[in-house]
């Protein structure tokens, strides 16, 4: 346990109280906090394993938004010592914020408290529309397997720790991942960053690609003085020299300050040269034939980010290598759940065209004779209405796509968003829209090959039905 904590606005507090306790960045800061001795407590909308893992650890947690169910402990400890935690998720109309807010308490966005912790530590910030939650968690465990030791806040269930928070009371450096939703990572003051990508998401949040880029852009120049960005090479940032802090690049496909080579798989596994080039013009090979046991190129150029990352830090290359292949990823991170001599199950969060591209592309590339079967459950009714072409033609990159109704989270229905909408754009022959309940049915008529469970929503419920399946 954390005796104490340095983060100024945090030493007097008794009791933390999240509303939406169940998120997975809420969830990290619930353990934070947790692990400082707080009394820690909180509302979700729904129970799920994670929350579970919370009850198990000593956190109070109900699924009722009722001012009757906020435990007494919270309306009896003087405000002054209770903070509430809110996530960007919750609806206005809750009646526990409302109360909370009446009442008189000081309320945080979970953005806001990631901010006051990044303010008082050595920050590395790892933002993008995806390959934020496999970066940062690889950049983590680098550093905690090399013994540089790391705090990590992390977007993900890293499978090395099974948990989504890493903690070291002597390291003053935090990794967080930057979560661009409601541009929550603007409250971030970084001393390294990173920037993966910059495809247009939250078009209900932002409005238009070029404001979301514009956030971005903001992001970055958020870099403290003396600090470094890294970012991949291409995305459309732009720099008034000189800047404040250094600027570098990172890619497996173009020229950058550090790239990936000799990109090959053997055995299952992706191997890799790292080249770092020099002001002279030169190039020094950091790494060669480095081995990571994760799927897809795209997470090979994920590594290579993590990679230069530690080495700004001045981590020893050997260890980065050593640290490298122990990695075994993020849950829900092309994850495979079942694996046979004729079937393979992998579940994986893909929720974004792109994302869909790189988790079925891995796929092919992987088991280029095996056919492979999609299923996938659109997330958020705007985006699937926003992305819809190109969700499409992600999706024919599958030899069989089964579709689920569309996960509404936050969202109220849209007329004419549905994924009957989205099927009909899809244009190979097999193709099903089902429910969840005649999910197992239909995949018992599906033969051998690669079947991938993707989305965002509740879809990881299924993998283990499906898994019971397999294995009968």
């Not at 529309?129 to 990590?152: P, R």
Request: glycine share 6%; aromatic share 8%; net charge negative.
């Amino acid at each position: 346990m954390i005796t104490q904590t340095n983060t100024p606005g945090f030493q007097h507090l008794d009791v933390v109280y999240f509303i939406g306790i169940g998120g997975i960045g809420m969830s990290a800061l619930a353990r934070y906090f947790h692990a400082q001795g707080k009394t820690v407590m909180g509302y979700d909308k729904t129970a799920t394993a994670l929350t579970t893992e919370l009850q198990l650890e000593g956190m109070e947690i109900h699924f009722d938004d009722r001012v009757p169910e906020i435990p007494q402990v919270v309306k009896l400890t003087p405000r002054e010592k209770v903070l509430v935690v809110l996530t960007p998720a919750i609806p206005k109309d809750s009646a526990e914020l409302a109360w909370f807010q009446r009442e008189g308490y000081t309320i945080m966005k979970r953005a806001q408290v990631l901010g006051l912790i990044s303010e008082s530590s050595d920050t590395i910030a790892v933002a993008g529309t995806h390959g934020k939650t496999t970066t940062s968690s690889l950049i983590a465990h680098i550093m905690k397997h090399s013994g540089h030791g790391c705090n990590a806040f992390l977007g993900g269930i890293s499978t090395n720790y099974q948990t989504n928070l890493l903690l070291d009371p002597t390291s003053h450096k935090v990794v967080v991942e930057a979560d661009e939703f409601d541009r929550s990572f603007l409250t971030l003051s970084p001393a390294l960053s990173v920037i993966t990508s910059m495809d247009a998401d939250h078009l209900d949040i932002y409005g238009t690609h070029d404001y979301m880029r514009a956030s971005y852009q903001l992001f970055a120049e958020r870099t403290r003085s003396g600090g470094t960005l890294l970012h991949r090479a291409g995305l459309p940032l732009r720099f008034a020299a000189p800047t404040p802090y250094a600027v570098c690049t990172y890619s497996i496909t173009e020229p950058a300050a550090f790239t990936g080579s000799q990109i090959r798989v053997e055995n299952g596994q992706y191997h890799f040269d790292l080249i770092a080039q020099q002001e002279d013009g030169s190039a020094v090979r950091l790494l060669e034939n480095a081995v990571l046991g994760l799927a897809g190129r795209h997470n090979v150029e994920n590594a290579v980010a993590a990679c230069a990352i530690c080495h700004l830090l001045g981590i020893d290359m050997e260890k980065i290598k050593e640290a490298l292949a122990t990695y075994t990823g993020v849950r829900r991170r092309f994850e495979y759940a079942f694996r046979s001599a004729d079937r393979v199950l992998i579940d994986d969060y893909a929720h974004h065209p792109e994302e869909l591209r790189a988790a079925i592309s891995s796929a092919r590339e992987l088991f280029p004779d095996w056919p492979v079967t999609g299923v996938f459950q659109p997330h958020l009714f705007t985006r699937t209405r926003d992305f819809a072409d190109a969700f499409a033609r992600s999706l024919e990159l599958l030899d069989r796509v089964i579709l689920l109704p569309v996960y509404p989270a936050r969202e109220l229905p849209l007329p004419g968003i549905d994924s009957q909408m989205l099927l009909d754009k899809i244009n190979i022959p097999s193709k099903k829209l089902v429910e969840k309940g005649e999910l197992l049915a239909e995949l018992a008529e599906v033969p051998q090959g690669v079947l991938m469970m993707l989305g965002a929503g509740d879809i990881d419920t299924l993998v283990q039905p499906v898994k019971n399946l397999y294995l009968r």
